[in-house]
């Protein structure tokens, strides 16, 4: 359907509309139209603005005292209230004094905090790689520490293993290994005084989880039990008390030990000698 | 005073959005004239007529954020929120009390359009008041009286279609009459 439009603007529809005389349905038609087609836009500019032009020529002054109580009835509404004319003032040349120092200020604070931001950064670093290197000296030290603890305690064991084989009453007895175990070797030293015995196991093959070496001492002939190695022992250990013996020997036996040597487990033996 | 500043109309607009006191006034400087004429027109030359005016701005200054420039000018809008404003106080009961000659009401249908003659003779009503006198009656009942065209339709016992003619017709009278603004 074409509309005519000569005929609607000249209808009066237009001027119903700005006046707020139109119907619902009028506004609704009008307000669709008239971005469709510039002449009703026009047409209804154009009378918008003479209404306004004749209204704004024929107006009349209120009294002056409504725009003060408009203001005070509103003025927690400002969001943006013109300063006076001598806050202004005040204002402005306090601001041509301030402003050359002010500019110097901002440029200075600006240097300031970007100088600031970059050794930030750079002590950061710095601190961070400290405390690495501090964390791994740290670690070091107590490796080291822990390693001179070992050492101390085997030099510790050794001195008291001298101390013991050195003493004039020990009896050094030497077992060798037995035949297929030539290369094993251990000793007893045998207190004659007090009839201790100490076994330093010399070469041992590292007895399996459940085994453990077990000393004999051979008294007319039987063997009997002398103690057993246990997997602490570093160097001189002090076993079962033997108040006399011929020999010594060692087997292995199952963890434990065995109230009798399974002599087809023998690793070592040695005679008394004298 | 302070007339070097002038805004556009957009210009204005966002700036009484944006809350600005100066946007604020210098509406108000510009025109509360305008609109204190319409509200004049309406409720006549009282001190009810002031009521209204400040009404009229606090209701623009609540609403701006509501208005639509696709749907007309500033001024269209304002003048709207005017008009409504003051028919609303013309038919409250207080305003009603407040006229004492109650014939006057009576007669309002052959009497329309020449209530006061100083009313008649500011703003908008100055120009109405020259159409011919049918015409200037329907004007009168619908714009400044806020009468529906069916309620006009039944005080002069006229038909609807009648009344709406005759009104569209004033109004073009009424735009020929304004050209020359």
Known sequence: MKLDIQAYIASGVIESYVLGLATEQEVAELEQLRKQYPEINQAMSEFEA??????MA??????????????????????????????????????????????????AMV?????????????????????????SLVSEKNSLEAGLNIYKTKALDIYNSMQLMSDPNMQKVSMPGVKGKEDNLATVFWDKQSKEVYLLPN???????????????LVNGKPIDAGLLGA???????????????????????????????LDQLYVFGKISG | MQEEK???????????????????????????????????????????????????????????????????????????????????????KGFQNSQQNRELQESVYEQAGTTSIAVEQIGL????????????????LAYFEGYTQDEISKMLDIPLGTVKTRLRTALIQLRQMLKQY
């Open chain 1, 50 to 55: 003479s209404l306004e032009a004749q209204i």
């Open chain 1, 58 to 107: 024929n107006a009349k002054l209120p009294p002056a005292a409504i725009k003060q109580q408009l203001l005070d009835r509103l003025q927690d509404d400002f969001n943006y209230v013109p300063v006076t004319a001598t806050q202004q003032q005040a204002a402005t040349s306090a601001k041509v004094v301030t402003l050359l120092w002010n500019k110097y200020a901002v440029a």
């Open chain 1, 111 to 135: 240097i300031l905090i970007v100088a600031s931001a970059g050794l930030n950064i750079y002590f950061f670093n710095k601190v961070e790689q400290l405390q690495n290197k501090y964390l």
């Open chain 1, 203 to 217: 070469r041992l093959p590292q007895a399996p989880e459940n085994k453990q070496y077990q000393l004999w001492a």
């Open chain 1, 232 to 262: 602490d022992c570093n160097g001189l250990c002090k076993l079962k008390t033997i108040p006399d013996a011929q020999a010594f020997a060692i087997t292995l036996e199952n963890k434990g030990g065995s109230p009798a040597p399974h």
């Open chain 2, 6 to 92: 002038k805004y556009s109309e957009p210009e204005l607009v966002m700036l009484l959005k944006q809350r600005h006191e100066v946007a604020f006034s210098y509406l108000y400087d510009n025109y509360s004239g305008a609109l204190y004429s319409i509200v004049q027109n309406i409720v006549g030359d009282t001190e009810l007529a002031n009521d209204v005016l400040q009404e009229v701005f606090v209701k623009i200054w609540k609403q701006i954020a509501q208005y639509d420039d696709g749907k007309g000018r500033l001024f269209t809008w304002m003048l709207n929120i005017a008009r409504n404003a003051a028919i609303d106080m013309v038919r409250s």
């Open chain 2, 125 to 140: 009503r100055k120009v109405v008041h020259k159409l011919k006198s049918e015409q200037k009656q329907l004007v009168e």
